[in-house]
């Protein structure tokens, strides 16, 4: 008989080899490149909902509880990640049960809001939509130089003592970013695949943070950002590339200057989102636009999915977003 119920702290092992078996990927994949919240000590049995049939898990989702700033909003919101169904099992409806169970658990546990990064017709009928407003610029070495930016000599991080410090108080001064915890950073800056410069000292410090071997993908950057300019065409040069998409969220500090460099732009959502409480997403994100005026009875009459555009859509009032390092 199916069931679903929490996982319990004796299921990890199990839920990794489902979790990889899923998504057809390497033997602990998920702790190495999600080292914040997928590793053992960070595993949130409460969180995780799981289905079981025939006395293994056949199924799951988990549910991560994320601290952000949205600009001048702080907003507890709930993630979601490691949907999953055994491959041999899919299209039983499993899924459709542990997101409507988790969907439940989110509202009452009073979410406003929830996110998560996946396709949009898989999620969409739970009330997910497309959200935010990420811009991405592309950096080129022809248009830095005729910018007159000057490539760096750029340190690239391999365990100094000192050189996260600064990272951490770069990445505090983001106007949108997850609350991380100060051992976060060594997690994530030291995990696999991951290859983190940086140039300057002190308020001139810049940092930019890559992934991809060969496709070389900014992920995350700060600090000064004369000097991340600068760090980006000393990257450039030292791993063979002539371009980098940086990603940040519109309306961000410190826009201009990359902008003004880029040769090239576009805008666009890299999440998606649900509303889960209208009247609380009102009173919390009231502070980022407040020129905005809604009017809730013709936002609850929408369906779900047009609710979350209608507010976090290209064309919406509020802005939703999240660094790629940070994503569940």
């Keep these: 008989m199916d069931r679903i119920a929490p996982a319990a702290a004796g299921d990890f092992e199990e839920i990794q080899r489902m979790l990889e078996s899923s998504y057809n990927h390497y033997r602990d994949f998920f702790p190495q490149q999600y080292p914040t919240v997928w590793r053992r000590a960070a595993f949130d049995p409460g969180n995780t909902i799981l289905m079981r ?38 299209g039983r409806g499993f899924m459709t049960r542990l997101m409507e169970r988790a969907l439940e658990r989110m509202r009452g546990d009073g979410y406003p809001v929830s996110v ?8 969409r009928r739970f009330g997910y939509e497309q959200a935010g407003r990420t811009l991405s610029l592309r ?7 005729a910018a007159g930016v000057t490539p760096a000599p750029v340190r690239r991080y391999l365990g100094e003592p000192g050189w996260l410090d600064q990272v951490r108080a770069a990445y505090e001064k983001h106007p949108f970013r997850l609350r991380r915890r100060p051992g976060d950073y060594r997690l994530i800056f030291e995990k696999p695949g991951l290859f983190l410069f ?36 000393g990257v450039m040069e030292r ?17 201009e200057a990359f902008q003004s460099v880029a040769a090239g732009w576009s805008l666009s959502s890299e999440l998606m989102a649900a509303v889960l409480d209208l009247e609380k997403t009102l009173a919390i994100f009231g ?5 905005f005026k809604p009017d809730p009875e013709s936002l609850a009459r929408l369906d779900p999915a047009g609710r979350t555009r209608a507010l976090f859509g290209l064309d919406g009032p509020y802005n939703l977003f999240v660094w790629r390092l940070d994503s569940i």
């Design 53 to 90: 049939s025939g006395g293994r898990i056949v199924g799951l989702v988990r549910i991560f509880p994320l601290d952000l700033r949205q600009g001048p909003v702080r907003l507890k919101a709930a993630g979601i990640g490691g949907v999953a169904t055994r491959p041999e099992l899919r």
């Design 239 to 255: 791993l063979g590339t002539d371009s980098l998409t940086f990603s940040m969220a519109a309306g961000s500090d410190g826009i």
């Design 116 to 123: 998560l990064w996946g396709d949009r017709f898989r999620y």
């Design 139 to 145: 950096l080129t070495a022809r248009s830095l130089k």
């Design 287 to 291: 502070r980022q636009n407040p020129d």
């Design 198 to 233: 940086g140039g300057g000292r002190g308020q001139d410090f810049g940092y930019l943070a890559v992934t991809g071997r060969g496709a070389w993908q900014p992920v995350e950057f700060g600090g000064r950002p004369e000097t991340v300019l600068a760090v980006a065409a």
